[in-house]
């Protein structure tokens, strides 16, 4: 079946490897001497394994272009894998997540990386374009997650540095790792942008300080995340740091419904909100978009016989009708803020604690304006003591699931179902043309946006100049006093526009009156690409699902 051509602007479809519906089928049976989810449960294999040939004939039947292949650290199948992806003439993304579970280890930290010799094979295969590293955010921060023999943060110890400083570490870890691999690809003779390092997160964290390192982003979609806050952010970080966009749609979740369940939060979604959500995902503009895994959406009845579930419905229908009906004119590049917010990528999402991975220094109380912020920005729709859904406050019924259901039961064909209004996770929140900058945003990075908010616990001396030159020219700046020498913590006019320092977000009633004009209808998210805006409104009552609309506005 021939691929969907390739538009300037359109994401390249990607799907990602079986974990738990069958056997990697090119390791084949020695997928059991790995754990292969970061469930701390080894699960057996639900269904007999495709033979190579019918798992990528399956893939391009899907409509994708590229696979994300974690793999198996022993490297089984490794070489025939990228033999067979070459002569079907589909790209590869080499991830890490099988390693960081399982080991082995970079020394002093709790990170694999896909041996370099690996590396160079996929280049020679002329195939590689990505070496994907799974929630790098959320293994620098909870280190013990996999390895347990020691507390060894993913890009680093940070025990006894301050925020700059582990900030600074990270970065120059990525950094080290960037130009590592970017060496084996000029060796192979290719360009070094063909295959960068991928942080792929869960967390809305350290999108600004992997960027910095020369990282691509990449959000997860879905997940347990707030979507205004986490593409708000991935797309400020790839704007401010010249770095592509990936988009994962990752199906783990923590909701159950009626529908085709493999095991506990896995969908933790319905195929109406991921229908919704890789539409919503394509119209951010990004290089590459994929979906995490194919486990969800095909079932192998053996000799290399497939049948869709929902979600394999749902994805073919994106892909093979809604992309090329909808073709894209802009690019996460062309990303626009009306409303900049600034502040220090502490690494603070909720936890208050080990940020950056570092156990000895007390997360100040400062971090956690950036809850207030959001709170404010989304109309009190986010929460003001989190940017993510692993916060106190959310109990997710997979968990329930997992209690009462044993192992062996799965997969549930029909899913649960214990009465309606029990899901926890909409995709709609409201926002308007929100973009997320560091404490280092150059003032022409911010572009012009008419309302500047900064919080957080720094901001470098050129970007606080830049903000009081944006209020000069006719912003509204809305800044932490802390953040403010003692000179500029009065409020006032400012030139043609407005500087407001407070010391409390949430308390201060003049920031909320001051806001209100720029915070858009509370029935509307909108992210803006240049002279395009992109609307999104709810698709159902609660928000599970999204309406959309493009808006052509005249020139600013």
């Known amino acids: 079946m021939s691929e969907p051509k390739t538009r300037p602007n359109q994401p390249t479809l990607g799907l990602q490897g079986p974990v738990v519906a069958w056997h990697d089928p090119w390791a084949k049976e020695r997928s059991d001497d790995i754990m292969r989810t970061g469930t701390g449960i080894v699960y057996p294999s639900q269904e007999p394994a495709p033979t190579p040939g019918e798992f990528v004939r399956a893939m391009q039947e899907l409509g994708a272009a590229f696979y994300v292949h974690h793999l198996i650290p022993s490297l089984a199948g490794q ?21 960081n ?20 094979e996929a280049a020679r295969a002329g195939i590689l374009m990505g070496a994907l590293y799974d929630e790098p955010e959320h293994l620098q921060i909870n280190a013990g997650q996999y390895r347990k023999d020691a507390f060894l943060p993913h890009w680093g ?15 120059s870890a990525v950094e080290r790792r960037a130009l590592a691999v ?33 990282m691509a982003v990449c ?36 909701d159950v419904g009626p529908w085709f369940t493999r095991t506990s939060g896995f969908p933790g979604h319905s195929p109406e909100e991921f229908a919704s959500a890789l539409r919503m995902g394509y119209l951010m503009a990004p290089t590459h978009l994929f979906a995490e895994n194919i486990d969800c959406l095909l079932r192998h009845e053996g000799g290399g016989r497939f049948r869709r ?110 009465g309606r209004g029990q899901g926890v996770h909409p995709l709609f929140l409201p926002s308007n043309n929100v973009l997320v900058y560091d404490e280092t945003v150059t003032e022409e990075r911010l572009g012009a946006p008419r309302l500047i908010v900064a919080a957080g616990t720094r901001l470098s001396p050129g970007t606080l100049d830049g903000l009081r030159r944006k ?71 609660e928000g599970f699902t999204l309406e959309f609309e493009i808006a052509r506005l005249r020139s600013r």
Request: charged share 25%; with cysteine; net charge negative.
């Open 471 to 541: 209020a000069n020219d006719g912003a509204l700046v809305v800044i932490a006093s802390w953040l403010a020498p003692e000179a500029w913590r009065s409020s006032g006019r400012v030139g043609s526009g407005r500087w407001l320092a407070t010391d409390d977000f949430l308390g201060d009633e003049r920031v909320r009156e001051a806001i209100e004009p720029f915070l858009g209808p509370p029935d509307r998210w909108s992210q803006r690409f240049g002279d395009t805006e992109v609307r999104f409104a709810k698709g159902d009552a």
């Open 157 to 171: 110890a940070t025990d006894g540095l301050s925020l700059a400083e582990a900030s600074d570490r990270v970065a």
């Open 309 to 418: 579930t929902a979600f394999g419905d749902a994805w073919e229908e994106f892909a093979r009708r809604f992309v090329p009906s909808h073709p894209l004119d802009w690019s996460h590049r062309d990303a626009e803020a009306d409303i900049a917010f600034v502040h220090a990528d502490d690494s603070n999402y909720g936890q208050n604690a080990r940020l950056f991975g570092n156990r000895s220094l007390e997360a100040p109380v400062e971090t956690q304006s950036v809850f207030h912020v959001w709170h404010l920005l989304s109309r009190g729709a986010i929460p003001s003591h989190g940017s993510c859904m692993h916060i106190p406050g959310y109990d997710f019924p997979r968990h329930r699931l997992k209690k009462e259901t044993p192992i062996d039961e799965f997969p549930l064909e029909n899913g649960r179902e214990w």
């Open 79 to 99: 070489s025939e894998m990228i033999r067979d992806l070459a002569r079907a003439g589909m790209r590869l993304c080499l991830g890490n997540e099988y390693g």
């Open 219 to 254: 959000p997860k979609v879905m997940k347990e995340s707030f979507q205004p806050l986490q593409l708000a952010t991935a797309l400020g970080a790839a704007k401010q740091y010249g770095r592509d966009l990936w988009i994962c749609a990752d199906l783990w979740g923590p």
């Open 101 to 120: 579970i399982n080991g082995p280890y970079v020394e002093g930290t709790n990170r694999y990386d896909v041996p370099d010799e690996t590396l160079a």
């Open 182 to 214: 970017r060496r084996i690809l000029e060796a192979e003779g290719l360009r070094a942008e063909s295959a960068p390092l991928v942080s792929e997160q869960v967390f809305s964290v350290l999108f600004h300080v992997q960027a910095r390192g020369g």
